[in-house]
C-alpha cells in the first residue's frame, strides 16, 4: 500500500476550511463542518454509522454559542494533522491519505481511481 506523501501546502482559514495542495499539484478543500463530521475518531465513525441507519441521528450539540470554527491544527509526525474544534473535538488525527481519501470534490465522482 502506498503512503500518500505530505502535502506541498496546508492552509487553515479557521473560519472556513482547510485547504491543501498535494505533491501532484491537485487542490482539495474541506470546510470545517465537513472535517468535523468526517473526523476519523471513534466516536465520530460510530455515529456516522449511526447516520447511515437512521438519518434523523445528528452531530451532539456543543452547547457552544456561535458557529463550529477550528481553534488549532498541528502536525503529527509526517504523516497526519490534528485539528481542534470549537466545540471540544480534537481526538480526530486526519492522516494524508485518509484526507485524501475524502476529498469532497470527489466524493460524487463514481470510479474516480485516477490518483495513483
Known amino acids: ?11 487553515l482559514d479557521k473560519q472556513k476550511g482547510l485547504s491543501v ?3 501532484d499539484g491537485e487542490e482539495s478543500f474541506y470546510p470545517i463542518q465537513y472535517l468535523r463530521r468526517m473526523s ?8 456516522r454509522e449511526e447516520m447511515q ?4 441521528v445528528i452531530l451532539p450539540d456543543s452547547g ?4 463550529l470554527t477550528a ?3 498541528e502536525l503529527v509526525g509526517r504523516y497526519a494533522l490534528r485539528v481542534t474544534f470549537s466545540d471540544g473535538h480534537r481526538t480526530g488525527i486526519f492522516s494524508w491519505d485518509y484526507l485524501r481519501s475524502i476529498d469532497p470534490q470527489t466524493q460524487d465522482k463514481p470510479g474516480d481511481t485516477a490518483r495513483s
Request: aromatic fraction near 4%; hydrophobic fraction near 25%.
Open 71 to 73: 481553534t488549532n491544527a
Open 40 to 47: 476519523p475518531s471513534a466516536d465520530m465513525r460510530q455515529l
Open 1 to 11: 500500500m502506498n503512503q500518500e506523501p505530505a502535502p506541498q501546502s496546508l492552509d
Open 21 to 23: 495542495r498535494w505533491h
Open 64 to 67: 457552544s454559542s456561535g458557529p
Open 53 to 56: 441507519t437512521n438519518p434523523l
